[in-house]
């Protein structure tokens, strides 16, 4: 049995202290969110930094699930969220195998792929393309114009390239054309690669707002990103979710910012609970596809 030297034994508490301290200072801020959130208006007002609440209250939070605006797009974020990480793995995954096939044009379009990368059309002719093809207002304009990321795409395709090519001559032996080969044997093999990829995607539809913000007008089809930025720069959340709880927040008064804070917990929390399952895939598939061996 090898026994660790002193100066291996401070190396590794050195370690672990940091390790602690930078674990510490991710969860403070979500430990301020929890607090402040079940906090009362005058234990909020008397504490700088509330870590813990003093007397626990569910008012801000009672306020917020009553709110139909909220719930519609916390509801409107979850269909985009799946329904758009389905359709881009989908297409990413197509075109990543397809650019690992020989094939008239294959050289042209990996180009093209990594032109991309380095410049980009700008808003104002991605804006004119939303519009002109008649996506305003519709959940597709948040979804088509990103379809394909080319980072992604260039990654995955690198995963493919490392499986080996003798299952692919196996496979053609044994009949298989392109399509089954793409089902059946590298998508099965793909799993930590794709479980990485869809939490990318997934985050980003999750937690984007600003391209919500071009192109969305209409405030029941708004995600749950637009909400948390309007009760954040407004200091009345009264005129974000309406008037539907105003006599109710008299009441009960919790602070605008207990509101806020809230309204960030229950929507930083979906995304929180799915990424454990997540994440014994998320570093595999990552390095897997960036190394080509």
Do not use: C
Not at 223 to 238: F, N
Request: hydrophobic share 50%.
């Amino acid at each position: 049995m090898n026994h660790a030297t002193p100066l291996e034994k401070f190396v590794m508490t050195v370690n672990y202290i940091v390790l602690a301290l930078i674990a510490a200072m991710m969860l403070l801020p979500f430990l301020y969110l929890f607090s402040v959130s079940f906090s009362t208006l005058e234990d909020f007002l008397r504490t700088d930094l509330l870590l813990w609440p003093k007397r626990w209250v569910t008012y801000a939070y009672e306020y917020i699930l009553q709110s139909d605006s909220f719930l519609r797009s916390l509801w409107v974020t979850t269909k985009l969220t799946v329904t758009g990480t389905l359709i881009n793995l989908a297409f990413t995954a197509t075109m990543a195998f397809g650019l690992t096939r020989r094939a008239l044009g294959q050289r042209t379009l990996l180009l093209l792929v990594l032109f991309s990368t380095l410049f980009s059309p700008g808003l104002i002719p991605n804006y004119i393309i939303v519009k002109e093809t008649g996506l305003l207002d519709s959940t597709w304009s948040l979804i088509l114009p990103g379809l394909i990321s080319p980072f992604i795409l260039i990654v995955l395709r690198t995963f493919f390239l490392n499986i080996p090519s003798e299952l692919d001559e196996a496979a053609r032996i044994d009949g298989a054309n392109d399509l089954h080969i793409f089902a059946r044997l590298i998508l099965p093999l793909s799993k930590p690669a794709l479980a990485a990829f869809s939490l990318y995607y997934a985050v980003g539809y999750w937690n984007g707002y600003f391209t919500a913000i071009l192109y969305i007008n209409n405030p029941a089809k708004q995600p749950i990103q637009v909400i948390l930025r309007q009760i954040v720069i407004q200091s009345d959340p009264t005129s974000v979710f309406g008037g539907f709880a105003t006599q109710m927040f008299l009441e009960h008064s919790p602070p605008p910012q207990t509101v806020q804070m809230a309204a960030i917990l229950l929507a930083t929390l979906p995304i929180l609970i799915v990424y454990p399952f997540l994440q014994k895939h998320f570093v595999k598939g990552v390095m897997l596809g960036s190394i080509k061996g």
